[in-house]
């Protein structure tokens, strides 16, 4: 089986090609190797390649610059996932898709289920859903959310990296989700493009949160003192593109599919900890 991953220098890519690469051909061109704004070069590629899956986990993720270039934001969040659907078809290949819980306005406290109807409220959000829409039924769409890279900065180690200076630990605390540590979605990925499952499927670590607590279950697990975590002002964030309040995900389709469940962050967490 040959495998294409597309954005495997980001943090899931890189989790997604090291993954597969124990178990299969993975081609995984960088930016300097293939333009993903051009169709003609990923027809190349694919036609050349006839891989067995696509997984797409390019985009173009910063929430504060697809306000500002919205064109880009198109660019890769939406034509190039179109461009990617047309091209697998040609060549009976299977495309997985990654998306976000940022397709979803955040008006409410229950976590969205895969039923639900999106409604962004950034162009992020908005691209990012339009991406969803092009892929068409065939396509894997896997939402996830909060993303934590076992290779990176992630919050578990900058949040420790906080508490060895002095002073306060500032975290945003305005809104909530499911931190979800990559090595537990990689191998969801795996199942539902095995399976070439066609739809939505949202794919987080159990338990909804906010970082302030995400930051205290740390100091508690870990002998500091959480108390010094402090909600970080709204103006020191300086965010420009509306985010949802509240964007958990329910992982109804896992559950329906019988797959085993994504286990809780704090457990994530505690093994991150463990690992030191
Ligand atoms: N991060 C999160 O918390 C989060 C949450 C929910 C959903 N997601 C979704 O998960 C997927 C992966 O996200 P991620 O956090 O791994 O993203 P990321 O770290 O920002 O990586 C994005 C990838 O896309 C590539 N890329 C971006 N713009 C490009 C361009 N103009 N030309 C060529 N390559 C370009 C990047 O290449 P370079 O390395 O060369 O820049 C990188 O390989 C995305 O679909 C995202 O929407 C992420």
């Not at 060549?91 to 409604?119: A, C, K, M, R, W």
């Not at 950034?122 to 990012?128: L, P």
């Not at 010094?228 to 300086?238: D, F, G, I, Q």
Request: hydrophobic content about 35%; charged content about 25%; overall charge negative.
């Amino acid at each position: 089986m040959t495998l294409l991953v597309f954005g495997s220098t980001g943090r899931l890519g890189r989790s997604v090609t090291k993954f597969f690469q124990n178990k299969t051909a993975v081609i995984a061109p960088t930016r300097n190797e293939i333009d993903l704004t051009s169709k003609n070069a990923l027809q190349q590629l694919i036609e050349a390649e006839k891989p067995d899956t696509v997984i797409n986990c390019a985009a173009w993720t910063d929430v504060d610059g697809c306000e500002k270039n919205t064109e880009l934001a198109k660019e890769l969040n939406s034509v190039l996932p179109q461009h990617l659907s047309e091209l697998v078809q040609k060549v009976d290949s299977h495309l997985v898709h990654i998306s976000t819980d940022f397709v979803f306005d955040g008006e409410t406290d229950i976590p969205y289920d895969e039923e639900q109807t999106p409604n962004p409220t950034s162009i992020y959000g908005q691209t990012k859903l339009q991406g969803e829409k092009v892929v068409g039924p065939d396509a894997t769409i896997i939402r996830t959310s909060w993303l934590q890279a076992p290779d990176d900065l992630n919050m578990v180690n900058w949040i420790l990296e906080s508490f060895r200076k002095e002073g306060p630990v500032e975290v945003p605390n305005d809104r909530q989700a499911n931190p979800t540590f990559i090595t537990d979605l990689v191998p969801i990925i795996e199942h539902f493009a095995e399976l070439r499952f066609g739809g939505v499927i949202h794919a987080t670590n159990e338990g909804v949160t906010n970082w302030c607590e995400f930051a205290k279950f740390i100091a508690n697990e870990t002998g500091n003192d959480p108390t010094r975590v402090t909600p970080a002002e709204s103006k020191n964030l300086k965010r420009t593109a509306p985010r949802p309040a509240f964007s958990a995900l329910d992982n109804a389709v896992i559950r329906r599919e019988n797959v085993e469940p994504i286990r809780h962050h704090h457990e994530a967490v505690l093994e991150m900890l463990n690992q030191g």
